[in-house]
């Protein structure tokens, strides 16, 4: 199959052996499991639980309110000890909502199991897409977007090929090869459900040239009848050649249009992991509630990949694999290029936790003071967007919002190659984030502003409408008024009208008084 | 337990801009040797006086500006300036000379406009032109090889020359200098002789004279070095010599005997040295990769033009300084196109 290239990117060391010697660890129920109620890209989720509650494994304890949200469910049976604020895997090193389950040591489904469709070949796409609703499935390559949303392409886009994503190019990550290794069957299998839904003619199964293992395993797995419907692809290992975009630019020479999406190609793609958690909802009826994570990284004494429940903290996932080594200073969710530090291991295992990075002092020193940018230019080289950083570092630090997004600030997928290949350590990728945010920020001001614009003026409007009209029907009124005044017939009935009120007064008075009370009420 | 936080990349970082200017440095060693080896201890005196004062100017101005200066320092970027300073200067060139190319270049040209990544001329050149405009006299006494064997001038000879102006009693400028090629194709062609007849003297090689041959060739060397380590693209020398030999080999075609050949052009001056080292600061050249190319041919066509019809006998410190001019433009109008977006940049 022809490849082709991507511009830029980044040969780097890639640190997959340490964690790949052991065996895929599978890790006990721990005693606590916090379960985050926002996991996904979307809106977050409404618990459906209080504590106290008993719940049992697989049961849903937060719903999704919208469509762009997930569900989640209890990865294990016991009891919800609470519904708090507790650490969560993010940039911002904040807290968020989190159920709280004390496990009950029977890790026990309930009958609330979704049923087995070992027949989903029968089933449309409507009913299988809403199971992989139902079991709660995000991406699980870390972006942790829906995935029954993007299973659903806009109307009128007809897919012809789904992507599979076995790239994993980041350094140190090795979950999705140890699960390329220890289930092929399953991903095929999830691949096929997957093509099923979108209507898909062809299966591109794309795995880095460093993983020979995963796609010999794959390849063994892969029936012979198939080997036209599914192809497996070794593509070269360049950073970032897992990212969507540039592993489709690899297979097929297209790019996804600026602000478009795979689907206007005709593509889908999903990563190995998010097949296994589909043929595990559709087949077993089981919900997304565990994950392999990489524990690796020269912090970490037994690096290895262990398949953890969500919500297990990340101190219990360090110590299933030998705990901390000496001088450990940093620890990263995901990888080295994209990951972010977190201050804190009681944060728990979240649907796209793919990794856990620790390391010393001398792997990650403190980056050295930041100089000077001197336009050497080896960020344009390296940049798989073939942006110009250097000029979008320039408008983001001068503020220049308009020049930044001229110069395609949001077509950068933020992969850090330029921040890498600085030598003026300037954090590039993190002014990219400022100017987005910034540019979002006032975006959601000028809204809201133009809401309240189009308040005012529409209240401006409707009572210049009111006074318009009052006038109008002043206008009328009196018209008529005047009218009635000329009428000859009117006007001599409503003279009689009044003769025969003033006579009848007059003899009422006669009868009873006060009379001015009477004419009062009477008004 | 509690971890420090801190942005990504995770990873030591590969480069630094000390680094990138300390490989400059060392790609200018094979260069510079060999402008020893032929022009005598003048070179070394130079490129040391130069860097040292350029250090100390911009300890100066570091200083001044309140900005740490052992910490700037270490980008090594005043002794690259100083450096490249030095090469461009006769090597017996007297002290104040140094002092105020060197005070040019790194105060008015570079931290008067902001420092290291601001300056938007090339301050080396800048510091040359300055000296050149106002010291001509001094800035055309380049030694000739041959009168330096037979003067056998010292190290600190040489020295005392430089601190002083005056050479050593007994010696005159007339026996231990003359025209460099360019100097001397120029004066040649204006008194009537042919192109032919001037590269037939002795004194010259295969193209130019003999040092400035081997001298450009050493640089070369360096600055494929340089190409190789990733320190420069190619964009920028390629497209400047090729510029130049293009046009030059379009005028020698027309008349080989009034225009002079392309390997002349390139063998002589500073074309090679300037492809490779100068016009390749990342500072003040074009940033894009099409930029970059028009910025080398821009000034590898500027410098056949003044070569030619101006009034200067070499032009690549002028060529470059008029495209540092302009190479904001030029970035402006070659963004490269986005991923995603089509060619006329929208997506």
């Not at chain 2, 860097?51 to 100390?56: R, Y």
């Not at chain 2, 640089?219 to 990733?230: A, C, T, V």
């Not at chain 2, 400047?240 to 379009?250: E, F």
Request: with cysteine; hydrophobic share 45%.
């Amino acid at each position: 199959m022809q490849l082709h290239r991507f511009h830029g990117g980044l040969k780097l060391p890639d640190h997959k052996a340490e964690s790949t010697v052991h065996p895929l660890l599978t890790m006990g129920v721990p005693k606590y499991l916090y379960v985050p109620l926002s996991q996904h890209i979307g809106a977050p989720t409404e618990p459906l639980v209080q504590p106290g509650d008993h719940v049992f494994k697989g049961q849903r304890i937060s719903q999704a309110k919208d469509y762009i949200c997930a569900h989640v469910h209890a990865p294990t049976s016991g009891r919800i000890k609470d519904i708090v604020d507790h650490p969560i895997p993010h940039p911002s090193c904040l807290s968020a909502p989190c159920i709280v389950i004390e496990s009950d040591a029977h890790d026990q489904w309930g009958d609330t199991r979704l049923p087995a469709w070992p027949d989903w070949r029968e089933r449309d796409a409507r009913s299988l897409r809403e199971r992989v609703r139902a079991a709660g499935i995000v991406g699980m390559g870390g972006a942790a977007f829906p995935t029954a949303a993007k299973l659903n392409p806009r109307a009128g886009k007809r897919i012809h090929t789904l992507v599979v994503n076995g790239a994993e190019c980041e350094p140190y990550i090795s979950c999705d090869d140890i699960l390329m290794r220890s289930y092929p069957e399953a991903i095929l299998e999830g691949a096929r459900i997957v093509a099923h839904i979108l209507g898909a003619e062809r299966v591109l199964f794309a795995v880095e040239d460093n993983k020979p293992e995963a796609l010999r395993a794959l390849t063994d797995a892969r029936r012979a009848e198939e080997a036209d419907f599914i192809r497996l692809v070794s593509i070269p290992s360049i950073y970032p050649t897992g990212g969507e975009r540039q592993l489709i630019q690899v297979l097929t020479g297209r790019e996804v249009p600026s602000a478009g999406l795979p689907a206007d190609l005709g593509i889908v793609c999903q990563n190995t992991g998010t097949l296994k958690a589909i043929r595990d909802a559709v087949l077993q009826g089981q919900p997304l509630i565990s994950r392999i994570v990489t524990v690796t990284g020269p912090g970490i004494r037994e690096p290895r990949n262990v398949e953890a429940l969500i919500g297990t903290t990340f101190a219990d996932l360090v110590a299933a694999a030998g705990g901390y080594a000496p001088g450990v200073d940093r620890l990263v969710m995901g990888g080295p290029m994209m990951g972010f530090a977190i201050g804190d291991d009681a944060v728990p295992v979240i649907k796209g936790s793919n990794c856990l990075l620790a390391t010393r002092v001398q792997d990650t020193p403190a980056p050295g003071p930041v100089m000077p940018c001197i336009r050497c230019g080896e960020c344009t080289r390296v940049c798989p967007a073939n942006l110009l950083p250097q000029q979008l570092y320039w408008f983001a630090k001068g503020k220049d919002f308009d020049s930044v997004q001229d110069y395609g600030l949001f077509d950068c997928i933020e992969c850090g190659c330029c921040a890498h290949v600085c030598p003026s350590n300037i954090p590039l990728v993190q002014y990219y984030r400022f100017a987005k945010q910034e540019i979002w920020g006032r975006e959601k001001e000028r809204q809201k502003a133009d809401l309240a614009r189009e308040r005012f003026e529409f209240r401006q409007l409707r009572q210049e409408r009111e006074e318009r009209e009052k006038a109008e029907r002043l206008a009328r009124k009196k018209a008529a008024l005047a009218k009635k005044d000329t009428d000859p017939d009117r006007k001599t009935a409503i003279d009689g009208a009044i003769e025969r009120a003033r006579a009848k007064k007059s003899a009422q008075s006669n009868e009873e008084a006060p009379p001015a009370d009477r004419e009062r009420a009477n008004s | 337990m509690r971890f420090r936080t801190c942005t990504s990349p995770h990873l030591i970082p590969g480069h630094s801009v000390g680094g990138v200017m300390r490989q400059v440095l060392y790609a200018l060693v094979p260069g510079t040797l060999a402008m020893t080896w032929f022009f005598g201890w003048g070179v070394l005196v130079n490129v040391s006086l130069a860097i040292l004062f350029s250090v100390l100017f911009e300890a100066l101005m570091v200083a001044a500006r309140g900005r740490p200066v052992l910490a700037t320092l270490g980008d090594s970027s005043a002794i690259l300036a100083g450096w490249l300073f030095a090469l461009a200067i006769p090597p017996l060139a007297p002290v104040w000379v140094l002092l105020i190319g060197t005070a040019f270049a790194i105060v008015v040209a570079k931290h008067l406009y902001g420092g290291l990544g601001y300056n938007p001329f090339n301050p080396a050149m800048v510091g040359y032109v300055v000296v050149l405009v106002s010291f001509p006299r001094e800035l055309s006494l380049w030694p000739s090889p041959e009168g330096l064997t037979n003067a056998s001038l010292s190290f600190l000879q040489t020295l005392q020359t430089t601190l002083t102006g005056r050479l050593p009693d007994g010696m005159e400028w007339d026996a231990i200098t003359r025209a460099s090629p360019l100097d001397m194709m120029r004066e040649s062609i204006v008194s009537g002789q042919t192109v032919t007849e001037v590269t037939r003297s002795p004194l010259f090689g295969s193209f130019s004279q003999t040092e400035w041959e081997w001298a450009g060739n050493l640089f070369l060397l360096g600055g494929l070095w340089l190409l190789y380590r990733r320190v420069i693209t190619w964009h920028i020398p390629v497209s400047m010599l090729l510029t130049l030999a293009t046009v030059a080999g379009v005028f020698w075609v027309i008349d080989p005997d009034y225009f002079a050949s392309p390997a002349f052009h390139v063998f002589s001056g500073a074309a090679i040295i300037g492809a490779f080292f100068i016009a390749t600061d990342p500072v003040s050249a074009a940033t894009t990769p099409t930029g970059r190319i028009l910025f080398g041919a821009g000034i590898g066509l500027l410098t056949y033009v003044i070569r030619t019809w101006g009034g200067y006998p070499d032009a690549v410190a002028f060529a470059v300084l008029l495209m540092n001019m302009v190479a904001p433009t030029l970035d402006h109008y070659t963004r490269p196109r986005i991923f995603g977006h089509s060619r006329d940049g929208h997506g």
